[in-house]
């Protein structure tokens, strides 16, 4: 097995708020990531993928490909937007680091097993909320 | 003259939006950044001081304080808000990384002056809105 | 399993030296890092915490507290110090980053544990001794 | 098991070219990398390296003998080079950045295993081709 | 005066040499720069524009625009080429890192003019040959 | 004129002292910087040198030969030292980042005048203590 990985950015507005809960509760949680009129950041996305590279080509699979996919499932979607707002896929679930990660997995992980025939299938997803946090997933079960 | 500078960063939330305009038209010039349910950036600014080192310390300004400064004069009012909504010093103007910039400068000029007793003077501001987008100012008038 | 990371910093002298070895011998072995007189580094701490996100905040452990815990446990210790001389934990051992991270393992592990009632554990530490050469530690036996 | 990475970088020109085809069906399939005129890039290795650390010196291994090995063994044959004219273990090869790690894999890790007497062992390579694209090998068999 | 900056990223090949040399002189002079087989950079161009802010958008030039100018008068021309043998307005020109930025700055400055109608100057032109090495040009007259 | 720059990082023990004080005073002015076992950085010098560049070969000055410049007249005196102790030029100097700055300006102006037969100038030193906090000097007379 052999991995590649593409890194891509994006801008996106957002707060950390459970709707359960009274606004104190938010903020004695959330801190200053609960503000109601929001705040933002410029998330960095890893995505890796691994399999054995075509002798034809050399590549797990096309860099150009793989940038294509995740500006068709994800970019288009969260680039310039309200993750809490503007983001079907993202209604009802707290827009933590960790849920986007996991959110984002679970568009890829199909879309890149059907466009690679199943030669190359999603590793590791990498986000970055600021240079210096982030959250990964690679698809572990979780309850 | 020796400068000193020193970076700090905020995460904050903001639309390009000149409200003499109609939807269509802000959608027109500004594109997915007048988004109205808001985008995002972790912003980083890099505040640069010039003077003579002082002999007794070397420092033209100790960075420790330069920061403190920094932080009670900006980053309260910017991190982890809506630029557009929760800061007064921002209303009524577009908050493009341009006019953010001159914004601070503003506010950082005078500061630096009176603690460092005229010893120091604020010399440029450069705001990273993206890691690839920047604007810079040296306090030139404007018209 | 979802992995979080926060990155944080420190600014350090020391130098590699075996007290049981001639200066000669250290020099022959260690080169300008046995300089007597002490070198030093400004690093780069990553710590990797694993767990399942918390259904009611969508955190594995929240940025902050984790921010909090190693700022407490790690660099209230270390940073501005002489790692040879200021701090207890690595008395009597070689400051190499190998040496480092392994001992920052032994002390963030427990305290990880304890403050997320084991809902989260300790997964990966990772340190830049220079922008260019760290080490990785993940909890193996060693010898 | 303790960790280290050491990181170097090199630059080369190459193209993506498969002989067995025509020129149309290289630019279909590899667009502007396949410019026959050579294209080029920085790349960058990291290169890391497991075992225990030595109890006399605290090291996996020596950073600097690390990058020795690295320097003799790839940049020595890479570095300034034209990766598919001038690189005899790259003749005949397409030089994707996926074959390159692959290759690169089977240069280093017998040569580590034999400095450091097996008491180190070569455990991942990390090829950047541009600051958003790399690749990853571990040394799994592939077919 | 305010001023913005773009950076944008291409990767090219080329080699350092002069026709009137032999090519024992060339390696004398350019080293493994020479070398007849070409070598390659990621090069990173950052593109600095002054101008006042237009109160009706706030911008000095919208960061996109500048971009686009970027992309269709440089890097639709040196984006995986090689910049000796692909690009008509290097010929007969030495590739140096300064030549280069000389060569965009004639190419960038009329055209930010004429699409700014005059509101907007090219300021700087900044490129990066590797990470560590970059020259810069403001347009001050040369011999 | 054109601008050229080279990045060069040496890693250092210092501490920020003022023998005329007493220790007391010293703590209370630097803080953690008076630590007298010291503590230490890895520095990042980008050293700038304008000239026009030699129609001969592109170049304002070689990069290898600034390059060695540097090594020679700065690294090779301040890598993997302390800087308060094993440097003769910072003898009774407080080792703060300007005062550096101003020190290496007065080696390294002279050297690329001779260097270059006048033909280039050092025009900038930018030094980084941390990657957030840095000193430059253009040779401005000081008092």
Known sequence: MVYISKQVHF???HKLYNPAWSREKNEEVFGACANENWHGHNFELIVTVKGEPDPDT??????????????DCILEKVDHKNLNVDVPFLKDRITSCENLVVSFWKILQPEIAVVSNNRAAL?????????????????EKLS
């Not at 797990?60 to 500006?71: C, P, Q």
């Not at 590793?123 to 698809?139: I, Q, R």
């Open 11 to 13: 801008s996106a507005a």
């Open 58 to 71: 050399g590549f797990v699979m096309n860099f150009k490909e793989l940038k294509r996919i995740i500006e």
């Open 123 to 139: 590793h590791k997803l990498k986000l970055f909320e600021t240079p210096t946090s982030y959250a990964e997933y690679s698809g």
